[in-house]
C-alpha cells in the first residue's frame, strides 16, 4: 500500500480544474497500488483553505493547505521547496502534477530537488510491478512513447483533460502547513497575474475552436463564427488561409500548415472545404464539427460529425442551441 | 496589340526579363565575401563541378603547387540541398564513375539497377504494350532520386572543403565591363508590399574569379547573361513541364515503364513515366511540351487523370501520395544550345545551358559532366592566374568534344525522327508535323519560343478531384512541403493586358494554382510556387525570391 | 556578460515519422535535423543581450554524438563566439540525465544568464532548463515571452492560460524560452564563414544513468471515420445531442 502525492494548482484564490484533475489522477493511482491515501498539497492566499472539501470529495485523503498572503500569486521557489519537503519526508509511490504553464515550470523543479526523473504531458499511466509506466506524445504527437518510471516517487504532470474530475469522496483531512522557505524572500517573484483581455482565449490554449473559410463569403460573416464563439463560452476563433489571405482575419488567427497548429477538444469548421495544408493544422483535434453546403467537401471525410447545409441558416441554430445547453450546466 | 478573338498569345502579356536588376554594374559592397570559384545552384552540375575542382586543388596543392588557398563555394536557394530538385530519374552512371573512380557502383546514391523496362501506347481504356524503342533502352543505369543524389553530393563537397550556402539565392550577376565579378544574393524578411520586415537580412554581394551558373532549367542569371552578352542560341530554347509524385503502393512495381499517348491531347508532345524506387514506393510522372494549343491545358490536371486509366489505377490503388512536385525541362536539345557558355569570368553548366537529351528523358549525367569540365577549365585558369574567355573556352572546347554535345547531335531533330524509328506512332504524326515547322531531317529545324506558339481559348475540362486518386493543385502543393511563409512579396513579374482569357491560360499553365481566375480578374498566390519556372516560359516572370522559400523535395 | 545557451538538435518535424525496427525509436532515414526553433529563439536572445552588453560573450553548448557539433556551428555562424561539445553516444529521452550533465559543465562557467529553450518538439518534455536550475541552486523562470535585464536584475513576463505572470529575477539566472520571445536571425554568409574559425571544444559528457526507460514507441491510431448527421438546420439538434452524449465535449 502506497500513498500518493498530488499537488493543486490555484490561480488566486481559486482551484483550477486541472487540479481536480491531479487528485483525481492521483486516487485512481493510489487505487491501483493497493489503495493507499491521497495527500493532496495546496498552496495560497489566506482564503484558499476553503477549498479543502472539495479536494476531499475528489479522493483526497489528506489536504495540506498552506496560505500566506504572499502566496496570492504563483511563487516557484515556495512551490518546489514546499512540495519537495512534503514529498521527502513522507515517502510516496508517485506525485502528480499538471501540465499546465505552471506546472511545467514546478513538476521539473520538484523531480530535480528530489533526485529524481518526470515525465510531462502525460496521456495515461498504469501500474506495472514496481514501475509506473505512462503514454507521452512525442514528435509534436506524432509519435506516442510509452516510458518506463521505476523510481520513486514517479514524478509524472498529466496532460489537461485527459483525467475527467472525479467525485469520490474521502476524509479530505486537512492540515495546515507553512511554506518550507520563507515566502518574503525569494530571488524569483512573480509581481503579478494579469487577466487575459477581453477574455480572449488562445487558439492553441483554447478548448473549443470555431474556424470560418471561404464559405462564409464575407469578412463581415465571421460575426457568425464570433457569436457561436461566445456561445460555447470557452472557445477561440481561427480561420483558413483562403480567409486571411483576402484579409478578413489576421493572419494569427490562420489555422494550417503556414499558420497556427491545434489541438482542441472541439474543432468547428464552418464553411471550410477542407484542402489538406488546412487540415494539416488541426486534424489532431479530439472531435470535429464540419459545416458546409457541399457533401463532397474533403473536410467531411475528417469530421466525426458533418452538417451539409446552408452555413447562414445552420450556424445561428446552432448558436442558439448551444447557448441552451449551456444555461443548463 | 490585343490577341485576336477566341487566341491567346502569351509573349504578347509577357513582362520583359528585369535585365536592369539582374545584371548590376555596382562595385561589390566592401562587405563583400570573398570566393575564388562560386557554382551558382546547388544541383549535380554545380555540386560535381565543386568536387572536381576541390580534388583538382587538392592533388595540385599535395604536389607541392602554388595556388594557396581556394575558396570553392556553392550557393542554393533552397533551404537545404536537395529541397528544389526534381527528376525522373533513370541515371547514366557514367559522369558519377568518373568523378568517383575510386568508388563502386554499389557506393552510389542509387536505388536499384533498371530490371525491365516496358513503354506503351495509352488510349482512354488500353494499355498496347510496344517495343522499346532504341533511345529509350536503359540497361546498365540506375533508378534513383535527385534529392538523395543531391544531398550525397553535398556531403562529399563538405568533406572536401567546400563551402555550401543554402538559403541563399543569387539575385542579379555582378559585372564589371563584360566580366562577371559575382552574385548578389536576395534579401529575405520583406513584407507583402517590398518593405522589410522584421527579420529582414539584405542582400549580400560575394565576389568570385570564376562564376559558374548551375541554376538548372530556365535559370535566370544564365538567362540574362546570354541576353546582355548576345550569346544565346538562335533556335530559342523550349520547355516541357514535367509534374510528378511518389507513392506509397501496396501493389509492387517490377519495371520501368514509359507511356505516351493517352491524356496528352493528340497535339501535345510528351509522355509519362512511373518507376519503382522500392518495392513499394513508385515515382509517376508526366512530361509535356509547353507549346500546347489550347489555353486550358492543365498538365497537373492530365497526371491526375492517368491515374485513374485502370493500367495506372492498379498499382496505387489503395496506395498513398508522399509527395508531388513539378519542374520544366529544356527540350530545344543541340540547336538550342547557347552560342557560347563561357565569358570572362563565368560559365554555364547543366540545364541551364539547355544539356538535356530529351528523348530519353536524361539531364543529370550530362550537367555532372559538365560542372566537371568547367571544373577543370576553371581550375586550368586559377593556374595560369587568367580566368578571362580568353582561358575559360577551354571549358567550350571540352563540351563540344563530348559525349554531351555527340548524344544531342546525333538526336537533334529527335522530335522528328521518331517517325523514322517507328516510336511516336500515329497519334504524334500531326504534332511531329507541326513541330517539324517547315525544315526536315538534316538541316536545322527553325523553331518559336513556346510563348509564341497561339493558344486557341477552349472550355476547361471539368475535374473534381476525389482526395484518394486525384488531388486539387492546393492539396497537391501541400505534399510538395511548400511552406512558404503566406506574407512573402511576389516574386513574378505579371506583364500586361491580362484579359479574363489569359487569367483563364495563368490558371491552367501553372500546376501548383498560383495564378486563379476570379471572374474577370487574376488573383496570384506567389507563397504557393515551386519554382518550377513554367511561368517564367508562358507568363508572369519569375525572379528570384528569400531563400528557402518554394518546395522542400524529398525523395524526387 | 556571459552568456551560455544549451541546444539541442532535433528532426524536422514536417514529416511523416517511421518507427524502427527496434520499436524504441524513429527510424532516422530521409529525416533533417537542425537546431530547433525554441533553442533558436534563445540563442537569439543571448545574442541580443550581448550586443547590449559590451564586453560579453555567447557560449553555445549541445549534448550528443559528434554530428551535434552541426547545430553548435549553425548556432556560431548566427553570431554566439564558442561552443562546447559534450560527446555522449545518443541523447536520452531522460531529461534529468541531460540536465546532470549541462549542469556539471555550466557549475564552472560563471555564466551570468543561461538560456534555454522551453522544449525541444522531439521529446517534447520541456524539463532540462529548470532541472539545471535545481542541480545548480541558480533562480529559474521558465517559458518566457518577454525579457528586460537592467542592474543585475530581470523581469520577464509568462503566458498563463488565459493571463500572463510578470515576473521579477535576480541574476545569476536561467531562464527558458517560448514562442514570441524574438525572432531568430538567420546566418548571414559571412556568419556561416566566420562560424568555421571560432572555438568549438569536445570533451566527454558526464552523463548518469538514465532513469526512464522508453519501453515502446508507436504511431498515434488514426481518426476513425465521422459522419455527415443530417442536413441544414434540422440536424442541428442532434448534433447537439451527440456533442453532449457521444463526444462529451458539450
Known amino acids: 500500500m502506497a500513498n500518493v502525492f498530488a499537488f493543486v494548482e490555484t490561480r488566486g484564490a481559486e ?87 505552471q506546472g511545467r515550470d514546478l513538476a521539473p523543479r520538484v523531480a530535480a530537488r528530489l533526485g529524481v526523473s518526470v515525465v510531462t504531458d502525460v496521456l495515461s499511466f498504469e501500474v506495472q510491478g514496481s514501475n509506473i509506466v505512462v503514454r507521452h506524445p512525442m514528435n509534436i504527437g506524432k509519435v506516442i512513447a510509452t516510458i518506463s518510471i521505476p523510481a520513486t516517487p514517479a514524478v509524472i504532470a498529466m496532460r489537461p483533460n485527459v ?67 461566445t456561445a460555447f463560452g470557452n472557445a477561440a476563433v481561427g480561420a483558413t488561409r483562403a480567409v486571411t489571405d483576402d484579409g478578413w482575419r489576421p493572419h494569427s488567427d490562420q489555422i494550417g500548415q503556414t499558420g497556427r497548429l491545434v489541438s482542441p477538444e472541439l474543432y468547428v469548421a464552418v464553411g471550410i472545404s477542407g484542402a489538406v495544408q488546412h487540415l494539416a493544422g488541426m486534424r489532431t483535434s479530439r472531435t470535429i464539427v464540419a459545416i458546409n453546403k457541399d457533401k463532397e467537401a474533403p473536410i467531411f471525410k475528417v469530421a466525426d460529425y458533418g452538417i451539409v447545409g446552408d452555413v447562414f441558416e445552420v450556424v445561428p441554430a446552432l448558436t442558439d442551441a448551444v447557448r441552451e445547453a449551456k444555461k443548463h450546466h | 496589340m490585343p490577341d485576336r478573338a477566341g487566341r491567346v498569345l502569351p509573349s504578347i502579356h509577357q513582362a520583359p526579363l528585369p535585365l536592369d536588376r539582374l545584371i548590376l554594374t555596382d562595385k561589390p559592397d566592401a562587405e563583400a565575401v570573398p570566393m575564388d570559384v562560386l557554382f551558382v545552384g546547388g544541383g549535380p552540375a554545380g555540386l560535381a563541378g565543386a568536387i572536381a575542382l576541390a580534388r583538382l586543388i587538392k592533388a595540385d596543392q599535395e604536389a607541392g603547387g602554388d595556388l594557396g588557398d581556394v575558396q570553392i563555394g556553392v550557393l542554393e536557394k533552397a533551404g537545404a540541398l536537395g529541397e528544389h530538385s526534381l ?31 516496358r513503354v506503351y501506347l495509352m488510349t482512354e481504356t488500353r494499355a498496347l504494350r510496344m517495343p522499346t524503342p532504341p533511345t529509350m533502352q536503359n540497361r546498365g543505369y540506375y533508378i534513383g532520386s535527385i534529392c538523395e543524389i543531391v544531398r550525397w553530393l553535398g556531403e562529399k563537397a563538405e568533406a572536401l572543403g567546400v563551402n555550401i550556402f543554402t538559403g541563399f539565392p543569387a539575385a542579379s550577376l555582378l559585372t564589371n565591363g563584360s566580366r562577371v565579378t559575382g552574385i548578389r544574393t536576395a534579401p529575405s524578411g520583406l513584407s507583402r508590399s517590398g518593405e522589410p520586415g522584421s527579420g529582414y537580412a539584405p542582400p549580400t554581394d560575394i565576389t568570385a574569379q570564376i562564376t559558374v551558373l548551375a541554376e538548372g532549367t530556365r535559370g535566370t542569371l544564365s538567362q540574362a547573361y546570354l541576353d546582355w552578352q548576345k550569346v544565346a542560341s538562335d533556335n530559342p530554347q523550349i520547355f516541357a513541364l514535367g509534374v510528378k ?13 514509359h507511356t505516351l499517348g493517352w491524356p496528352l491531347p493528340k497535339d501535345c508532345f510528351g509522355g509519362s513515366f512511373m518507376y519503382p524506387l522500392t518495392r513499394n514506393l513508385v515515382a509517376l510522372g508526366i512530361v509535356v511540351g509547353l507549346d500546347c494549343k489550347r489555353t486550358t491545358d492543365d498538365i497537373h490536371e492530365m497526371l491526375q487523370r492517368m491515374k485513374l486509366h485502370p493500367f495506372f489505377r492498379e498499382i496505387l490503388e489503395s496506395g498513398e501520395m508522399v509527395e508531388w512536385g513539378a519542374k520544366t525541362i529544356p527540350e530545344g536539345g543541340y540547336y538550342a544550345l547557347p552560342k557560347r557558355r563561357h565569358g570572362d569570368g563565368v560559365m554555364i553548366v547543366g540545364d541551364a545551358a539547355g544539356f538535356v537529351e530529351v528523348a530519353s528523358l536524361k539531364g543529370i549525367h550530362y550537367a555532372m559532366q559538365s560542372g566537371m569540365f568547367a571544373a577543370r577549365a576553371a581550375f586550368d585558369a586559377l593556374k595560369k592566374k587568367d580566368t578571362s574567355a580568353a582561358t575559360l573556352k577551354e571549358y567550350d572546347a571540352m563540351i563540344d568534344g563530348s559525349f554531351i554535345v555527340s548524344d544531342l547531335y546525333h538526336r537533334r531533330n529527335m522530335r522528328l525522327a521518331f517517325q523514322k524509328s517507328g516510336f511516336y506512332m500515329a497519334g504524334f504524326k500531326a504534332g511531329l508535323m507541326t513541330l517539324s515547322r517547315g525544315a526536315l531531317f538534316g538541316g536545322k529545324i527553325a523553331s518559336h519560343q513556346d510563348s509564341e506558339v497561339v493558344r486557341e481559348v477552349s472550355p476547361p475540362t471539368p475535374f473534381a478531384p476525389d482526395g484518394k486518386l486525384t488531388f486539387s493543385k492546393l492539396d497537391a502543393v501541400f505534399k510538395s512541403g511548400n511552406a512558404t511563409r503566406d506574407d512573402i512579396p511576389s516574386h513574378l513579374v505579371v506583364g500586361s493586358d491580362i484579359t479574363p482569357e489569359v487569367a483563364e491560360f495563368y490558371t491552367h499553365m501553372c500546376p501548383a494554382g498560383v495564378y486563379e481566375r476570379d471572374g474577370d480578374r487574376l488573383v496570384v498566390s506567389p507563397a504557393n510556387c515551386v519554382d518550377c519556372k513554367a511561368t517564367d516560359v508562358l507568363g508572369p516572370r519569375w525572379t528570384p525570391r528569400e531563400g528557402g522559400s518554394g518546395p522542400k523535395y524529398r525523395q524526387m | 556578460m556571459k552568456l551560455a545557451v544549451c541546444v539541442k538538435r532535433v528532426p524536422d518535424m514536417d514529416v511523416r515519422f517511421r518507427i524502427g525496427a527496434d520499436n524504441i525509436s524513429v527510424d532516422e532515414a530521409g529525416l533533417k535535423y537542425d537546431l530547433n526553433d525554441f533553442d533558436a529563439w534563445a540563442v537569439e536572445a543571448a545574442l541580443q543581450l550581448r550586443d547590449k552588453n559590451a564586453g560579453s560573450e555567447v557560449t553555445v553548448i549541445s549534448l550528443g554524438p559528434d554530428v551535434v557539433q552541426e547545430t553548435i556551428r549553425k548556432a556560431l555562424s548566427m553570431g554566439a563566439d564558442r561552443g562546447i561539445h559534450l560527446k555522449a553516444d545518443r541523447v536520452p529521452f531522460d531529461g534529468f540525465a541531460i540536465a546532470s550533465a549541462l549542469a556539471a559543465e555550466l557549475k564552472t562557467g560563471g555564466y551570468d544568464l543561461v538560456l534555454f529553450g522551453k522544449m525541444s518538439p522531439d521529446s517534447a518534455n520541456g524539463v532540462v532548463g529548470q532541472m539545471v536550475a535545481e542541480m545548480l541552486d541558480t533562480p529559474c523562470v521558465s517559458a518566457i515571452s518577454s525579457l528586460e535585464i537592467a542592474n543585475g536584475k530581470g523581469t520577464a513576463k509568462r503566458e498563463l492560460e488565459g493571463a500572463q505572470e510578470i515576473v521579477e529575477f535576480s541574476l545569476p539566472a536561467i531562464l527558458t524560452v517560448d514562442e514570441g520571445l524574438n525572432t531568430a536571425r538567420l546566418p548571414s554568409l559571412k556568419g556561416i564563414m566566420a562560424a568555421k574559425k571560432k572555438p568549438l571544444e569536445s570533451k566527454p559528457a558526464q552523463l548518469p544513468q538514465p532513469q526512464l526507460t522508453v519501453t515502446r514507441l508507436e504511431l498515434p491510431p488514426e481518426r476513425k471515420a465521422g459522419r455527415i448527421i443530417g442536413e441544414g438546420a434540422a440536424a442541428v439538434p442532434e448534433l447537439v445531442k451527440l456533442l453532449q452524449t457521444e463526444a462529451k465535449v458539450l
Open chain 1, 15 to 101: 482551484v483550477r480544474k486541472v487540479g481536480l484533475e491531479a487528485v483525481t489522477a492521483a486516487r485512481m493511482l493510489a487505487d491501483q497500488t493497493g489503495g493507499g491515501e491521497v495527500h493532496a498539497l495546496v498552496l495560497g492566499p489566506p482564503e484558499i483553505g476553503g477549498k479543502a472539501p472539495q479536494l476531499g470529495q475528489h479522493g483526497a485523503d489528506v489536504v495540506i493547505v498552506v496560505e500566506n498572503p504572499a502566496l496570492t500569486n504563483y511563487s516557484p521557489e515556495v512551490a518546489t521547496a514546499t512540495a519537495a519537503a512534503r514529498i521527502k519526508s513522507a515517502g510516496y509511490r508517485a506525485a502528480v502534477f499538471s501540465t499546465s504553464a
Open chain 1, 163 to 229: 483525467i475527467a474530475p472525479a467525485q469520490n469522496a474521502k476524509a479530505g483531512r486537512l492540515e495546515n502547513a507553512q511554506p518550507a522557505v520563507d515566502p518574503s524572500v525569494t530571488r524569483v517573484k512573480v509581481l503579478e497575474t494579469k487577466q487575459g483581455r477581453r477574455d480572449k482565449l488562445d487558439l492553441a490554449e483554447a478548448p473549443v475552436v470555431v474556424a470560418g473559410g471561404r464559405g462564409l463569403k464575407a469578412a463581415e460573416n465571421f460575426k457568425l463564427i464570433e457569436d457561436l464563439a
Open chain 2, 87 to 117: 527528376s525522373g530519374a533513370v541515371v547514366d552512371p557514367i559522369a558519377i564513375r568518373a568523378l568517383f573512380p575510386e568508388l563502386k557502383d554499389k557506393d552510389f546514391p542509387f536505388r536499384a539497377p533498371v530490371a525491365a523496362e
Open chain 2, 245 to 257: 509524385e511518389i507513392w506509397e503502393t501496396l501493389k509492387p512495381l517490377d519495371a520501368v515503364v
